[in-house]
């Protein structure tokens, strides 16, 4: 148990680019215990598709690095969708792999804070979170485009491998796996709001942000 570590950095293992895999070796080097941002869901399935596959595979090399790491493996943050702000503004098609599931939403707040409570779990310690009030992907989106005064938004679902193919000629195949497989492992994952709601009111202490559904008792 390392009560009251100081944690240092925080990395983000779906992220598009390779600043992960440096943040890693960085962080490995420096012997600093770190956070490492995953994807709920992942650890112990053997039907996971090849984009993700590669989710996994990031999650087992960081982890086999920073033994001492501390794991929170999350549902979509629903401030994350500010990625889509800009085509919502100029009126583009957005397309996202999330699916029609309604999604446990988590908001960042409440990300930081598990974050901020986790410098003192043990080393090594692994956390699912999904979060608060469960909505679609695309009411998140309608929802964000009116509040930006964009009526009628257009907002494209599409399955997951077609999506990898488009990001893939931009950001290789890779990053555009990990991408993907995140909106759409980790949106299905999360789609079940009661254990949702059960993780992070454990990892809380308290109610997540915007929830309001009925609690169900861990069995």
Request: glycine share 8%; net charge negative.
């Amino acid at each position: 148990m390392n009560s009251g570590v100081d944690i240092g950095q925080v990395l983000d293992l779906w992220s598009i680019g390779e600043e992960w895999r440096t943040g890693v070796h960085e962080a490995a080097a420096s012997g600093e215990r770190v956070v490492l941002l995953s994807s709920i869901g992942l650890c112990g399935r053997r039907d996971l598709s090849d984009y993700e596959r590669d989710l996994a595979a990031r999650e087992d090399e960081a982890r086999s690095l920073l033994r001492r790491a501390i794991t929170l493996r999350l549902a979509p943050v629903f401030d994350d969708l500010s990625v889509y702000d800009e085509p919502l503004r100029a009126h583009q098609p957005v397309h996202h792999a999330y699916g029609d599931e309604p999604i446990a939403w988590l908001r960042a707040q409440d990300v930081l804070e598990v974050v901020r409570a986790s410098a003192s779990a043990p080393d090594g310690s692994v956390f699912d979170l999904a979060g608060a009030t469960a909505g679609t992907a695309d009411e998140a989106l309608v929802q964000r485009a009116a509040r930006m005064g964009v009526r009628a938004p257009q907002i494209v679902p599409v399955e997951a491998n077609v999506l990898v193919d488009r990001l893939s000629a931009v950001f290789g195949r890779s990053a555009a796996s990990v991408f993907v497989g995140h909106q759409r492992w980790a949106g299905r994952t999360a789609s079940n709001s009661e254990l949702g709601a059960r993780t992070l009111t454990q990892a809380l202490k308290r109610e997540p942000t915007g929830w309001h559904a009925p609690h169900t008792t861990s069995k």
